[in-house]
């Protein structure tokens, strides 16, 4: 499945995608609130602005991903990967983030403290 088949079927109301590779798809601005990506490889997509408020990106691979300005809030990215994955100015407002993993080439907003959220730095 390519990102525009997935943009196609959640509009006519699918939700549940897991284990999709979309490595290094372009999701600029995507609305995709509530979405489960589950298991699923994002490695290096470009999700910048994106709106996923609600989603399930639970063990997503989101290595060096493009997270900047995306809305996040409330989504469960609990063991995700997100080494190298840029997160400024995301929404993580009632984000589930424990044992996700980063390192120190992964950029969070100013402020956000990793440790806090249960995070494991690798």
Not at 1 to 24: I, T, V
Request: glycine share 10%.
């Amino acid at each position: 499945m390519d990102a525009e088949e997935l943009k196609r079927r959640y509009a006519a109301g699918e939700r549940y995608f897991p284990a999709l590779n979309l490595s290094r798809y372009k999701f600029i601005g995507a609305y995709l609130p509530g979405i489960n990506l589950w298991g699923s490889d994002l490695s290096g997509a470009n999700l910048a602005k994106a709106k996923l408020w609600g989603a399930d990106l639970s063990r997503t691979n989101l290595a060096r991903a493009n997270l900047t300005r995306a809305n996040l809030s409330g989504v469960k990215l609990n063991e995700a990967n997100l080494r190298g994955a840029k997160l400024k100015y995301a929404k993580l407002y009632g984000a589930n983030l424990t044992g996700a993993y980063y390192d120190e080439t992964t950029r969070f907003s100013k402020g956000f403290d990793p440790i806090s959220q249960n995070m494991r730095k690798l």
